[in-house]
Every structure is written in structure tokens, then in C-alpha cells.
């Protein structure tokens, strides 16, 4: 289990992380989750060992590792770029973990690369040991990268924005093979992203930050439908914010004919199976989208409608 | 009917002007290196072989060949250690004066040579600041192949910080915070990550260093003692021989130089081209 008390830390004048508590348990895969500056990265970097904390402490298994250096830590870390060691073969660089133990616990270097194509099968890439990094492509180098943290067998795995630098097929497909590896390896994973999307898909439990603090923490299906706070509200899924603070999604307003609020259309495209329609609050510069399901006739471009919310998320406190 | 003309195939290329750019570097290579180096041989062609082999080949000019080769080849190795140390404190941290810093290293480049050999020499001679510190111990620095060293090493400190500096800064920090997660120790880091990496850069650095340091005369000089079969070096054995309107001596002395020059540098330069092309790059 990891435990994470009251983390404080501060670049500068900044204060990166003002505070943070955070437990995650055995076989967890939890997303860290805020926009940049957020002190989401920082977070995972202090549970690393790669950043200190000014003051707060880091538990394993109740153990104090604050002092601790990254490398007795014993934890796989994924960086965004990959950070590939360029002059060595892939084979090499996956095994690279197990070629620096102390001469007593270093298997020999048919065993390194047994274990290195063993991992390199895990992570699909059967056949690749002899490339060099710069002959795959992104993908195949974050699965590399994948697989080299793996080596050393960490209890928990890290990763820094993973799919960050892929495209959208890749990360969609890297997500989905990511989660199966975490289950299946038995692995504790906390990984870093800005993209509410991946880390609703991919994550037993989202926490989500903003200005070095906490806003929430809860299961995705937590997070995006009963939002603590209004960041997380606006941050998490689409969002349009009604008078008296009413936070609603673009699914959750359906239109009336009876009252509600008065909505004039300005854009309306598909958007998978439902109609995506944008238009301004009447008398007011405030963006409203709703989805209509796509049966139904789309209102034309300049005509007002009226919507009333079936479920929204009310701050005014 | 006659079908349209076919155009031949023209090879088209994103990046023009190979044959222009081509032809001016080989144009100029030759007026500023190769015909003023051809000269030497021309001139030392004439000689005949016994004769060259009896200058060019002397005891004497062994000697020299010796001592310069050697200080200028230690002087690469001082530089390549020390060098990186500059490059990495200038690349991975921030602190204050690192400017100050930055335009020192290029000084040895832009001082007089001979200025540079005046400092050192009084520094380093027996009565000089660091040099009483030695002489009690009974090591003489100036006036012996220790001094000349050391000459070398002044002039060619950017070298090897500069060619080195760009690589460090493109290696990036996650390389190193990943090889430090998988369990290496500094140690490891360095030696298995960071030494591979700027190793061609290095050895480009120690190539300049070494190649500067085989034909600097200005600095030398003053420190060298130029006491003949001990800190007599090459190039000043060269300059003795024009002064004794021996030319055909100096240039078999040249060529004999050049040609050991050459040969290193080019292996310097092939041992690149295998490590490039390992690296994919």
C-alpha cells in the first residue's frame, strides 16, 4: 500500500504541492488527473523518489521511504518522452534494470536476455531486441519503455503522461492493452494524465487535482457524475454552467416546450450517434451544449429553443 | 500519331543545390588546405628517400616527434576528463555567473598564444606561484614535458567543452532519472548511459585538442625550455631548420607530422562513422 501524508513542496516561490493525502491500496490503478501546473507530475515524482518533498512523508507498506533514493526504491517509472538509452538495443535497455544489480544478485547475460525477451513478448513486441530505439516507432518505444520498467519486477509502476506523445489510435489502443497488463501482472499502477477521458476509461480511481491540492477523489463514475467541487465539475467531462451556479452535461438537458431556459442556436453537428448542439444563453454570452439523440429532427441554426436540465450538479452551497 | 515526348525521369530533390554547394566546398578545401599541403610534399618529393628518411627521420626529430605527439595526446586525455565536468556543470545546473563561466572557457581561444605561454611560464617556473609549490617536492613543471602539457591543455579547453556541451544538453535528464529508477548507481549512470552517448562528441573534442596540440608553437615555447632531445618539440624543430635556411629539412619534419596527424584524425573519424550508425541516427 502506498500512503501519502500532507506533501508539501515548493519550486521557487511556487508552491507545487500544498498538502496532499493520499492512499491507494494493492492492485490499484488510480489516474492523477488536473491541468498542467496542477502539481499532478510533481505528486508522482515525489512517490517516485525523483523529486523530495520539503515536509510530509511517503509510505510502502507503512514503511517511511522519504529518504530513500529513487534507485533503492525499487519502483517502474514511464516517462512521457520515453527516455531510451539510444546507443543500446532494445533487448539491452529492457534488461538494462537487472545488468546493474551488484555482482552477487546480476543474472548472467543469458539469463538478462531470456528475461528481456520474455518481457519484450509481454509488451508484443517478439522479435524487436536487436533494433535500435530509433528504428520503431512511438508506440513500439513507449511499449519498450513499458517493458524495461518491468524488468526490475516493481511493485508499483508510475507513468509520467504515457500516451502523451502518441497519436490518437495508438493511445487508444496502448490504453485498453495498459489496463490488461496492470491486472494481469498484479501490478499497483498510479499514472499521470490532462486527459479526462483516459483517465475515466482506464482508472479504478481518479484523483483529481488543481493548484497542488486534492479537489477529489473518487471511482470515475464518482467523479464525473457527482463532482465535489466546481473545477471538478468543469474539468471532468463537458460541462455548461446555468444561473444559480448549476452545473449541467451536455446529456443530462433535454429540451421543452414549456418553460425552461430560453437557448438561441448558433451550431449543430454530429457528434457520434447524437446531435451536438451549441448555442448562447438568451441575453447572455453563456455557451450551452446539449445533446440530442440523433432520431430526432435537429433544430435549425438561428432558432431558440428551451432546455431544462434532467440532472445537474447545483455549488451555490 | 505520334505519342506525346516522353521527358526523361529528372531526380528531384527536396534539398537542392548538392552540386553547387559540393563544388564550392571542394574549390575552397583546395586553395585553403590542400594545395598549400601539397606544396610540402612537392618539395619534400625532391629530396629523394635516404635523405628524407635522414632528416624527416633523425634522432633528433624522433625525439621531437615523441614529446609533441605525447604531451599533445595527454593533453587530449586531461581535457577530454575535465572537459566533460565543465560541459555537464554548464548544462545540468543553473547558478550564478554561469555566463561568466561559459565565456571563460572559449578565453584560451581568443588570447595571443604567446601571451598565454608568457602567463604560464611565469606561473609555472621554479620561483613562480605554482611552480615554488612543486620545487621543494622536486618536480619541475616548467621547462620539462610536464609544463608543455600543460600548455596544451590551456589552449585547448574549449574543445572538448564544446563539442561536448550540445550532446549533454540533447541527452535530456529523464535519461538519466530512468536509469537511476531502474537501480544504477551515479557511477552506472555515467559510465553506462551518459559516457555512450557523448562518446563520438568526446572523441571529437580530444581529436581537436590533439590535432591543436601537435602544431601549437606560440605557447610552447616560452614554457618548453626547448632544451634539444627533452622539450625540443616538433614544431619548434621545424622553425630551428627554416632558420638555418634548411627547407628541405623542415619539410620532411612536416610531412613526417602530418601524416601521423592525418592518420589519427582519420581513424578518429571512422570509429564515428561505425558508432553513428549503431545509434540509427
Redesign the interface.
Known amino acids: 500500500m502506498i500512503s501519502v501524508e500532507n506533501i508539501r513542496k515548493q519550486f521557487g516561490g511556487f508552491a507545487a504541492l500544498g498538502g496532499v493525502d493520499l492512499q491507494i491500496a494493492k492492485g490499484e490503478f488510480v489516474a492523477l488527473l488536473g491541468p498542467s501546473g496542477s502539481g499532478k507530475t510533481t505528486l508522482l515524482r515525489v512517490i517516485a523518489g525523483l523529486e523530495f518533498q520539503d515536509s510530509g512523508v511517503v509510505r510502502f507498506d507503512g514503511e517511511d521511504v522519504s529518504d530513500r533514493p529513487v534507485a533503492e526504491r525499487g519502483v517502474g517509472f514511464v516517462f512521457q518522452h520515453y527516455a531510451l538509452f539510444r546507443h543500446m538495443k532494445v533487448a539491452d535497455n529492457v534488461s538494462f534494470g537487472l545488468s546493474v544489480r551488484k555482482r552477487g544478485e546480476r543474472p548472467s547475460a543469458r539469463e538478462r536476455r531470456e528475461r528481456a525477451d520474455e518481457l519484450l513478448r509481454l509488451v508484443h513486441l517478439e522479435g524487436l531486441g536487436d533494433r535500435y530505439p530509433a528504428q520503431l516507432s512511438g508506440g513500439q518505444r513507449q511499449r519498450v519503455a513499458l517493458a524495461r520498467a518491468l524488468a526490475i519486477q516493481p511493485q508499483l509502476l508510475l507513468l509520467d503522461e504515457p500516451f502523451g506523445a502518441l497519436d490518437a489510435k495508438v493511445r487508444k489502443d496502448l490504453r485498453r492493452w495498459l489496463r490488461e497488463l496492470h491486472s494481469q501482472m498484479g501490478l499497483t499502477s498510479i499514472f499521470v494524465t490532462h486527459d479526462q477521458e483516459e483517465a475515466l476509461e482506464l482508472a479504478d480511481r481518479v484523483v483529481v487535482l488543481n493548484k497542488g491540492a486534492i479537489e477529489q477523489i473518487g471511482t470515475p463514475e464518482q467523479v464525473y457524475t457527482q463532482p465535489a467541487t466546481p473545477f471538478v465539475a468543469s474539468f471532468v467531462g463537458e460541462n455548461t454552467v446555468l444561473p444559480g451556479g448549476v452545473h449541467v452535461r451536455p446529456h443530462d438537458l433535454e429540451i421543452t416546450t414549456d418553460g425552461g431556459h430560453a437557448v438561441v442556436v448558433d451550431n449543430v453537428f454530429r457528434k457520434g450517434g447524437v446531435w451536438r448542439i451549441e448555442g448562447m444563453l438568451q441575453g447572455t454570452d453563456t455557451l450551452v451544449e446539449l445533446d440530442l439523440d440523433a432520431a430526432q429532427a435537429a433544430p435549425e441554426t438561428g432558432s431558440t429553443i428551451h432546455v431544462r436540465p434532467i440532472r445537474a450538479s447545483n455549488f451555490t452551497g | 500519331m505520334t505519342s506525346p515526348p516522353v521527358r526523361p525521369p529528372r531526380r528531384r530533390n527536396v534539398i537542392p543545390g548538392f552540386g553547387l554547394t559540393f563544388g564550392i566546398s571542394a574549390l575552397w578545401l583546395s586553395i585553403i588546405v590542400l594545395i598549400p599541403l601539397a606544396t610540402i610534399f612537392l618539395r619534400s618529393a625532391h629530396m629523394g628517400l635516404e635523405q628524407f628518411i635522414a632528416v624527416g627521420l633523425s634522432p633528433r626529430a624522433l625525439e621531437a616527434y615523441r614529446l609533441s605527439f605525447g604531451t599533445a595526446a595527454a593533453a587530449g586525455v586531461v581535457n577530454a576528463i575535465f572537459g566533460v565536468v565543465v560541459a555537464w556543470v554548464l548544462v545540468r545546473y543553473d547558478f550564478i555567473g554561469k555566463r561568466l563561466v561559459g565565456a571563460i572557457v572559449d578565453l584560451p581561444f581568443a588570447l595571443p598564444t604567446a601571451v598565454a605561454g608568457i602567463a604560464l611560464t611565469a606561473i609555472y617556473a621554479p620561483n613562480g606561484w605554482i611552480g615554488q609549490l612543486f620545487d621543494p617536492l622536486g618536480i619541475r613543471i616548467a621547462f620539462t614535458p610536464i609544463g608543455i602539457t600543460i600548455a596544451l591543455i590551456f589552449i585547448g579547453l574549449p574543445f572538448v567543452v564544446r563539442s561536448v556541451e550540445p550532446v549533454l544538453a540533447d541527452l535530456?535528464r529523464?535519461?538519466e532519472?530512468?536509469?537511476?529508477?531502474?537501480?544504477?548507481?551515479r557511477w552506472?549512470t555515467f559510465s553506462?548511459?551518459i559516457l555512450?552517448?557523448i562518446?563520438p562528441a568526446l572523441l571529437t573534442g580530444f581529436a581537436l585538442t590533439f590535432a591543436r596540440g601537435v602544431g601549437e608553437y606560440g605557447s610552447v615555447i616560452f614554457i618548453a625550455g626547448n632544451i634539444q632531445g627533452s622539450t625540443e618539440i616538433a614544431p619548434l624543430l621545424i622553425v630551428t631548420q627554416l632558420e638555418q635556411y634548411n627547407y628541405d629539412g623542415a619539410t620532411a619534419i612536416a610531412v613526417v607530422m602530418l601524416l601521423v596527424s592525418f592518420g589519427v584524425l582519420l581513424g578518429i573519424n571512422l570509429s564515428q562513422v561505425a558508432?553513428r550508425r549503431?545509434?540509427?541516427?
Open positions: 535530456g529523464d535519461v532519472e530512468a536509469a537511476a529508477t531502474l537501480g544504477a548507481s552506472q553506462r548511459v555512450p552517448a562518446g558508432s549503431r545509434m540509427g541516427a
